[in-house]
């Protein structure tokens, strides 16, 4: 195995941070690796807002040594446009969100894998999608269109007296990777990921409470239940699915961030 190989399966999740400060430097290195993960038209739809400040770190969710916000953004292409004497549109907003989006995902895991390669451990979180997301734009002074802050990844040194250090789990066979062409899961297939999941060598949501000692036989059972709220099939009447409150608002923000028009 490679050195890249070896940094990318030791990526891991973590949530508790010493007081360890980031340098610069490093933090100047994470970010001019970033840009350069792949680009559509080489336009970097995107800005990487890098907040160092505690308080401003509570608000949006969680707190690490520096958390880099980052944004789908079409304001910089649009404003050069202007500045040239050009009118830049957005042709099919929500297609320009997708690819904008897929340039933003690809810029911030490419500065996880670069934080992890200087011993910088990470932790994505959707947390500024939870409440009131308003509270971003307030926060970090987004402009109200054509912005939208997509993730949120937390950089620190790992407190290792805090963090509970579990293996993670990924499923990589069948029903992720295809060959070729899409391949349903049978339901020995589908078992074979129940079982994947149970494997006492995997830990999949390095959150939980063990869900043996709650019970479940299964610990898609547990994830089914108590982590997404899935009613049984013969309890659908009695309990219809709800949706999340916590996320509601993501939909009126792509709206008035123009890309969403309301019949989508
Ligand atoms: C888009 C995204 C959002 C996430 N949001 C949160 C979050 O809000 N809180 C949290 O504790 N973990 C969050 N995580 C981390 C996942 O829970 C974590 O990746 C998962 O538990 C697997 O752990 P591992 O990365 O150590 O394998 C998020 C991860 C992703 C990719």
């Known amino acids: 195995m490679n050195e890249t190989i070896n940094i990318i399966e030791n990526l ?21 690796s970033c840009v350069n993960a792949a680009t559509a038209s080489a336009r970097q739809t995107y800005s990487i807002i890098v907040v160092d400040d505690k308080e401003v770190m509570k608000e949006i969710g969680y707190i690490g040594n520096i958390t880099l916000i980052f944004c789908v953004d079409f304001n910089r292409v649009i404003d050069t446009a202007e500045y040239l004497g050009f009118q830049y549109k957005l042709r099919i907003p929500i297609t320009d969100f997708i690819t904008g989006s897929t340039d933003t995902l690809l810029a911030a895991q490419t500065a996880a894998i670069a934080a992890k390669s200087l011993g910088i ?12 997301i308003n509270r971003i734009y307030d926060l970090l002074k987004l402009p109200e269109k054509y912005c939208f802050p997509l993730t949120a990844l937390i950089l620190g040194y790992s407190d290792e007296e805090k963090s509970k250090i579990t293996k993670k789990g990924r499923l990589s066979g069948p029903g992720i ?12 297939g589908l078992e074979n990921i129940v079982l994947e999941y149970d494997s006492q060598d995997k830990h999949f949501l390095s959150l939980i409470d063990d869900w043996r000692e709650k019970g479940y036989s299964h610990y898609l ?43 989508n």
């Open 177 to 188: 990777i295809h060959f070729n062409t899409y391949q349903s899961l049978n339901s020995q």
């Open 121 to 132: 451990d990470s932790f994505f979180s959707n947390c500024i999608h939870r409440g009131n």
């Open 12 to 32: 891991k999740t973590v949530r508790h941070f010493s007081d360890k400060k980031i340098s610069k430097e490093h933090l100047s290195v994470i970010l001019e």
């Open 221 to 263: 059972d547990y994830f089914y239940e108590k982590w997404c709220g899935c009613p049984r099939e013969d309890e659908i009447n009695d309990h219809p699915i709800k949706s999340n409150h916590k996320y509601n608002q993501v939909k009126e923000i792509l709206i008035k961030s123009g890309f969403l028009s309301e019949e």
